[in-house]
């Protein structure tokens, strides 16, 4: 088959480099869904994690090397043998895998952070490539710190690697130093000057220090490099990674200029970072280019005038080829089953017989408390603690009390298959108070590390949804919860993340067994 040398391959690094973020981490179930919902989006290459780092990070590639099927699943390993072990071990199951190794080129991090001459790097890195290369033919080699790197070196480790049996060659800006022209430069300074560079894929990884992640990797395309490493919503290290949405619409949107394409199916995109915000508890700034709230949003009269007039006047790719809804009001509570189905498969959500009934149920329990229902509603309703454990606990009553001069106080009935469990308690607020009645009321005690409230639509009858994290035994669990109510949604968010601890307490025992 002929090599279309116009085609970008689109790395994620959701799951990796934004994972190792401060706030963001997931549990494998939560890993589990992006990882299918990238795969959904048609991103070649899904950076599964860092397998030596932790149990947790090893399962977590295990469990996506053998559940996820289409793209290339890779996981990060230093240039020694335990990490790449580690590596092939969790990748085994995949039926297409990428080790993909790395090493520090910069004077401070060889000195200070590796404590090693270059020659001593260099020799690492081709002996961890070598050795890589024993277990899968698909090997990616990363010159960490590359933009402050003495090109002379980045030459000599990089034409070393290629004759050691690396594939892909990619050249971060670790700490977001680069300029685009400065990039650019450097890949076609490699690609020209390193013998059998043309046999082989670079690649960029570039931080978003100081704002320049999306241009320095369009730089680096145009001159020659053909992967782009990126995360959802721009998520990563400090101030994030080369956003994908930023990239492969500005490659899409531009290509009179570009002349490149990636596999993205785009409108798969606003979904996708709606899915990450939401998992890993981190908002979208709402001026974020393609997926922030305000990315399509036109208020000045002027603007409004000429969108009226035609779209283009202002806008320079349709909400539509990023998958952002633009009906705003859809549904009521006479829109009736066949209709909500009907949206729940434009909105992309392809879901059983029974998941349409329940979220059904959903659906009309929030269109008796809130008229209009908003598209964000209904992703909120799908998405938001559809997949349930048998004996999950769920929420059936809560009476709260509070106001000022009272001391706020909870009473809950939670239902656990044919168990009631009620409980009444105090707290410093609401929802503290509901909190402590539900660990009353179970017998639990958990520890609650973040916890976030947003509206999901703009109005005051708006969905609130309740995002948190809590930990327990030294592991975290993501619980979500959403209600017109928003001490009710708070509290269906910890009983989602007491669900959640179940279920992998009794995968972990049933493995054990
Ligand atoms: O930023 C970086 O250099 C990295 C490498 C591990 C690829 O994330
Ligand atoms: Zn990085």
């Not at 040398?5 to 997931?26: C, H, M, N, Y």
């Not at 790449?84 to 039926?95: G, N, Q, V, Y």
């Not at 239902?415 to 402590?436: F, K, M, T």
């Amino acid at each position: 088959m002929a090599i279309d040398k116009d085609r970008v391959i689109i790395f994620d690094s959701t799951l990796r480099d934004a994972e190792q973020a401060p706030g963001a981490s997931l549990n494998i179930p939560e890993k589990l869904e992006i990882a299918h919902q990238l795969n959904k989006l048609g991103v070649d290459v899904i950076e599964a994690g860092f397998a030596v780092s932790s149990p947790v990070q090893y399962e977590a590639v295990n469990l996506i090397a053998k559940e996820v099927q289409g793209p290339i699943i890779a996981s990060l390993a230093r240039t020694v043998q335990k990490d790449i072990d580690a590596a092939a071990k969790a990748l085994a199951p995949a039926a297409r895998r990428r080790i993909h190794t790395f090493t520090s080129t910069s004077p401070v991090q060889m000195e200070y952070m590796l404590k090693k001459n270059p020659a001593e790097v260099l020799a690492s890195a081709v002996e961890a490539v070598k050795y890589a290369r024993c277990v899968t033919d698909d090997v990616e080699f990363s010159a960490q710190d590359a933009s402050r790197s003495d090109q002379m070196f980045l030459r000599e480790i990089v034409q070393a690697v290629i004759e050691a049996g690396a594939t892909t060659i990619n050249i971060p800006d670790t700490v977001g130093y680069a300029t685009p022209e400065l990039m650019g430069a450097m890949i076609k300074d490699l690609i020209e000057n390193v013998p059998g560079a043309k046999n082989v894929i670079f690649s960029m990884h570039c931080h978003n220090d100081l704002g320049l992640a999306s241009a320095n990797s369009l730089a680096g395309v145009v001159a020659g490099a053909r992967q782009i490493e990126c995360t959802i919503n721009g998520l990563g290290e400090r101030a994030g990674n080369a956003s994908l949405e930023e990239v492969v619409m500005a490659m899409k949107v531009r290509n009179d200029y570009y002349k490149l394409h990636t596999g993205i199916k785009t409108e798969e995109i606003y979904r996708t970072s709606q899915m990450v915000s939401r998992l890993m508890g981190i908002e979208v700034q709402v001026n974020k280019a393609i997926v922030g709230a305000n990315a399509f949003a036109h208020e000045s009269g002027i603007h409004v005038d000429g969108i009226l007039k035609n779209r283009e006047t202002y806008e320079i790719m349709t909400p539509a080829s990023v998958g952002v809804p633009t009906s705003r009001m859809v549904l009521g509570r006479h829109s009736g089953k066949h209709g909500f189905k009907k949206r729940c498969e434009e909105l992309g959500f392809d879901l059983t017989e029974a998941q349409i009934n329940e979220a059904f149920d959903k659906f009309l329990e929030l269109a008796d408390k809130k008229k209009e229902i908003y598209d964000e509603d209904i992703c909120s309703i799908l998405e938001v603690g559809m997949d349930k454990p048998s004996n999950a606990y769920k929420l059936e009553y809560l009476q709260v009390s509070s106001g000022s001069g009272t001391i706020p106080s909870a009473t809950v009935k939670i239902r656990r298959g044919d168990d009631v469990l009620q409980h009444a308690a105090w707290g410093d607020g609401p929802v503290d108070a509901a909190y402590n009645a539900i660990e009353a009321a179970i017998g639990i005690d958990v520890h609650l590390d973040k916890y976030q409230i947003r509206a999901v639509t703009g109005d005051s009858k708006a969905l609130g949804e309740a995002v948190l994290r809590i930990t327990h035994d030294g592991r975290s669990f993501t619980g979500h919860g959403a209600s017109t109510d928003i001490v009710e949604a708070s509290a269906m968010a910890y009983i989602s993340a007491i669900n959640h601890m179940i279920r992998f307490n009794e995968t972990a025992k049933k493995k054990q067994a």
